[in-house]
């Protein structure tokens, strides 16, 4: 069983203005798909913050941090998640080239970017969801 931890990074949320509804989603999705959820947190939009938690915002807007903040603890990227999501979601809209999400390895961790929209968040789950178990059993150090 892949086991995987979920971080919402946003001041709304985080400040009660607003309801995580992009959690839930990947709550349903990953436990549906034999995933094990094993921690669940929410954080402002504060780089320090997410990097210490770690991983919201992918956007262009001014406290979409979250990439940086991936960016900076990863010790190997693994850009081909992102570009993936990317490309499979222009078929939906040309704003899927905003979207800045990266992906990384920290340690035996698999670190994903997702955007903040529970419509987006699923999508894009759903475009890599069925590569993740090969990607987790590589960086165990199984074959490819």
Same mark, same amino acid.
């Given at each position: 069983? /892949?086991?995987?931890? /979920? +971080?919402?990074?946003?001041?709304?949320? %985080?400040?009660? @203005? @607003?309801?995580?509804?992009?959690?839930? %989603?990947?709550?349903?999705?990953?436990?549906?798909? #034999?995933?094990? /959820?094993?921690?669940?947190?929410?954080? *402002?939009?504060?780089?320090?913050?997410?990097? %210490?938690?770690?991983?919201?915002?992918?956007? +262009?807007?001014?406290?979409?941090?979250?990439?940086?903040?991936?960016?900076?603890?990863?010790?190997? !990227?693994?850009?081909? +998640?992102?570009? =993936?999501?990317? %490309?499979?979601?222009?078929?939906?809209? $040309?704003?899927?080239? !905003?979207? $800045?999400?990266?992906?990384?390895?920290?340690?035996?961790? =698999?670190?994903?970017? +997702?955007?903040?929209? *529970?419509?987006?968040? $699923?999508?894009? =789950?759903?475009?890599? =969801?069925?590569?993740?178990?090969?990607?987790?059993?590589?960086?165990? #150090?199984? #074959?490819?």
């Amino acid at each position: 069983m /892949i086991r995987a931890a /979920i +971080l919402t990074v946003s001041d709304r949320c %985080a400040n009660k @203005q @607003q309801e995580d509804h992009s959690a839930p %989603a990947l709550v349903e999705i990953l436990s549906r798909n #034999g995933f094990e /959820i094993c921690d669940k947190s929410l954080v *402002p939009d504060e780089q320090d913050v997410i990097a %210490a938690e770690l991983t919201g915002g992918t956007g +262009l807007g001014p406290r979409d941090v979250t990439p940086e903040a991936t960016y900076s603890v990863c010790e190997r !990227l693994v850009p081909g +998640l992102g570009e =993936l999501m990317r %490309a499979e979601s222009l078929k939906k809209t $040309r704003h899927a080239f !905003l979207s $800045r999400g990266i992906a990384g390895l920290r340690s035996n961790t =698999l670190i994903i970017n +997702l955007p903040g929209s *529970p419509k987006a968040v $699923r999508e894009c =789950l759903e475009i890599i =969801l069925d590569i993740l178990p090969h990607a987790i059993e590589m960086m165990r #150090g199984g #074959g490819h």
